[in-house]
């Protein structure tokens, strides 16, 4: 009798094998060590590898894991679940729904789950133009001002809660206040800090007007606040930090606070560099045992990694050459 198990087995197996090799050539470490990491993945987080929409790819899944890791076995980490990015995937899927790109996974409870999250949008500056369409991300930088994203290992850190001004919340003014989560970098990340790198809900305030409201804590000291419409651009692009739906942003940050843990974005500038060499190349950027979402690759053309060292000089004559400009004065809204 023939068991029903074998094309289950032999399909696993030969998923295992793919993600392997896919893992080995991208890993940039050892052979033998990145095979042995891939072969004890457990098998029903197996079934969410891949370059399909929902899975995670290899590469991306391997730097994560290894980076976990290493900081719970430094005793830095204590949390059971850890988060991923791949940025080189569309923010958008094919039902025309946010694009899941954004992954946490917690392997003690089996649990996977992809959601969506934002790239960053750069600039389009007179010496250089280095910003993003709204579906895939083509530049990637750690400058300071770039508004891009940067790949590389991060640690979630405190969150910090601010004021934004008031909107229309059933029929009523109410007081709107967005969770900031910061991250700290590590390699070419360390500047997170200094770039107010972090994840955060894609929702913000747009100001429309001021409304004298004396009581509220907020007040300035004309004692006005200011109002506006609450947007939600959850799959959009972020001003270079990491951003997700408000659903998502709050299970994300009831499991890391007070509780961090690692996240891992991709691609990394030896990624960038090597995808865009391969393309400059006219070389196949899979065969050459390389990664990049395939669909955004063929947006973009070829990816650019903007050093800071490069990116902060242009920025910094930029900001110089701007005009002086008075301080924001919103006008009084029509009804009180």
Not at 23 to 38: D, I, K, Y
Not at 212 to 217: F, G, I, Q, Y
Not at 262 to 268: Q, S
Not at 280 to 309: H, N, Q, T
Request: glycine share 10%; hydrophobic share 35%.
């Amino acid at each position: 009798m023939i068991s029903r198990e074998k094309p289950t087995l032999l399909l696993n197996s030969l998923r295992l094998f793919m993600a392997i090799l896919l893992g080995v050539a991208l890993s940039g470490s050892h052979p033998t060590r990145a095979a042995a990491q891939a072969s004890d993945t457990p098998a029903w987080l197996q079934d969410h590898v891949g370059v399909a929409e929902g899975q995670i790819a290899p590469v991306v899944l391997a730097r994560a894991r290894a980076l976990y890791r290493h900081k719970t076995g430094l005793g830095a980490i204590r949390n059971p679940c850890y988060m991923a990015m791949d940025a080189t995937r569309p923010s958008t899927a094919r039902d025309g729904t946010p694009g899941g790109r954004f992954y946490i996974i917690c392997e003690a409870r089996k649990s996977f789950r992809a959601v969506s999250s934002g790239h960053g949008n750069g600039r389009n500056l007179p010496r250089a133009d280095f910003s993003n369409g709204r579906q895939c991300a083509k530049h990637f930088s750690n400058a300071e001002g770039s508004k891009l994203t940067a790949g590389g290992s991060y640690v979630t850190a405190e969150t910090r809660t601010s004021f934004k001004g008031y909107f229309q919340d059933a029929g009523r003014r109410s007081p709107f206040y967005r969770t900031f989560l910061l991250f700290d970098g590590e390699g070419e990340t360390d500047n997170a800090r200094e770039r107010a790198i972090g994840g955060h809900p894609a929702v913000f305030l747009k100001w429309q007007c001021r409304f004298r409201n004396p009581e509220s804590p907020h007040a300035d000291a004309e004692g006005y606040v200011p109002y506006g419409d609450l947007v939600n651009y959850t799959g959009g692009r972020s001003n270079g930090c990491t951003t997700w739906s408000p659903s998502a942003s709050d299970e994300i940050l009831a499991l890391v606070e007070g509780n961090p843990t690692t996240l891992y974005i991709y691609p990394e500038s030896r990624d960038i560099d090597a995808v865009s060499d391969a393309v400059k190349a006219g070389k196949s950027v899979s065969r050459a045992g390389l990664y990049w979402d395939m669909a955004c690759l063929e947006a973009i053309g070829s990816p650019r990694f903007w050093p800071k060292s490069t990116l902060r000089p242009i920025i910094d004559e930029w900001r110089r050459s701007l005009p002086a400009q008075p301080p924001l004065q919103l006008p009084i809204c029509d009804r009180g």
